[in-house]
C-alpha cells in the first residue's frame, strides 16, 4: 500500500546549532541578535527545497521546566542552562518563520518536542502516513516504526529500524528500556550505575524488556556474557533508578497535537506576512527570493 510522508523537524536542536554556528552579525530593526533565526530559516528553506515535503509539523520545546518529567523527576534536564532572554526571543521568531513559511508549528508547555512529534507519528500512522523525523537524537529511535526512519539533515544521513538496531544495539521497541538502564547525561537521567551500552543491550537482547530482566533478575548471575555477576549487583541496587528512569525515557505519544493529516498540509508561504517578518528581521534579498520561490 502507497504511504505518504510527513516530515517532523526536531526544531530546538537546529535552533540551537544556529545559534552556536552562526557568528552574532545579524541583527533585527531593535538592535537585538537574530542569528539563530537566520541560520533556522536558512535550514528550514534548504530542507523544503531539498525535500518538498507535502506534509510537515515543525516541534519546538517550551517546557524546558515545566516538562511533566520535572514533575516526576524534578532534577530532570537540571544540568542544562536555560537559554538566555536573546535567545528566547529568537525562539519566538523561528516559531513565526516556520509558520509564515506554511509549515503546522507544534509546541507545548508540558510536553517536549520529542513527545509532540511522537504523538503526531501514532495519530497518523494508521492513516497510511510514514515518518520522516528530522533529527539526531537518538531517543526518537522508539519512534521507528517500519516504514519510518530518522533524518540527521544536516550530515544526510537517514536510518530506519534496522539502523536503529545497528547504532545502539537494540530494536526500535526496546530503546526506551536501553536509555534507562544506561541512562542519558545530556538530559540527567540517572539510570543504573555501572550498566553501560554493551551490557544494556546484552540483557535486552536476552530478555526483551525492562520488565522482563526484572521478573527474572535471579538468572542473571547464571548468563554467559562477562561481567554477569557484576551486572546482577547493580540491577539490584538500582532497580528504583532503573523504573524511575524508565518513567522519563519513554516519548509520550497521547499529547494534544491534530489527529488529521490535513492539518499538516505544507502551505505556500504568505508573502505579506513574510516581508513583514523579513523587514523586522532586515534579512536580505537572497532570503526573499528563495522564499517567493517557494511561493
Avoid at 540491577?235 to 489527529?259: E, F, H, N, Q, W
Wanted: hydrophobic fraction near 45%; charged fraction near 25%.
Amino acid at each position: 500500500m502507497d504511504r505518504s510522508t510527513i516530515h517532523l523537524v526536531d526544531a530546538s536542536l537546529y535552533v540551537f546549532r544556529a545559534w552556536h554556528s552562526v557568528p552574532p552579525e545579524f541583527f533585527d530593526v531593535d538592535g537585538r541578535p537574530v542569528n539563530a533565526v537566520y541560520g533556522f530559516t536558512r535550514f528550514l528553506l534548504d530542507l523544503i527545497e531539498r525535500a518538498k515535503p507535502s506534509h510537515c509539523g515543525v516541534a519546538f520545546d517550551e517546557s524546558l521546566t515545566s516538562s511533566f518529567r520535572n514533575g516526576i523527576y524534578p532534577e530532570y534536564k537540571a544540568n542544562r542552562e536555560l537559554p538566555p532572554e536573546e535567545l528566547k526571543v529568537q525562539f519566538a521568531y523561528c516559531q513565526r518563520i516556520a509558520a509564515a513559511l506554511g509549515l503546522r508549528v507544534l509546541s507545548d508547555v508540558s510536553f517536549e518536542a520529542d513527545d509532540l512529534i511522537g504523538s503526531v507519528v501514532h495519530a497518523l500512522r494508521p492513516q497510511q502516513f510514514r515518518a520522516v523525523i528530522v533529527s539526531a537524537d537518538k531517543d526518537f529511535g522508539q519512534l521507528v516504526g517500519e516504514h519510518d526512519e530518522i533524518w540527521d539533515f544536516s550530515k544526510n544521513q537517514s536510518w530506519n529500524g534496522a539502523g536503529v538496531k545497528e547504532r545502539l544495539g537494540v530494536h526500535p521497541h526496546q530503546v526506551a528500556d536501553y536509555l534507562a538502564l544506561t541512562g542519558d547525561a545530556i538530559d540527567n537521567i540517572p539510570g543504573v550505575a555501572g550498566i553501560g551500552a554493551k551490557t544494556a543491550a546484552t540483557l535486552l537482547g536476552h530478555f526483551g524488556s525492562l520488565d522482563a530482566i526484572y521478573a527474572r533478575i535471579e538468572e542473571i548471575p547464571f548468563l554467559r556474557f562477562r561481567g554477569a555477576a557484576a551486572a546482577y549487583a547493580k540491577l539490584k541496587a538500582g532497580a528504583a533508578l532503573a523504573r524511575l528512569s524508565r518513567s522519563l525515557t519513554g516519548i509520550a505519544c497521547d499529547c494534544p497535537v491534530p489527529a488529521d493529516a490535513t492539518s499538516f498540509v505544507r502551505g505556500k508561504p504568505d508573502l505579506a506576512d513574510v516581508d513583514g517578518l523579513l523587514e523586522q528581521l532586515r534579512f536580505g534579498p537572497l532570503t526573499r527570493s528563495r522564499i517567493r520561490a517557494l511561493a
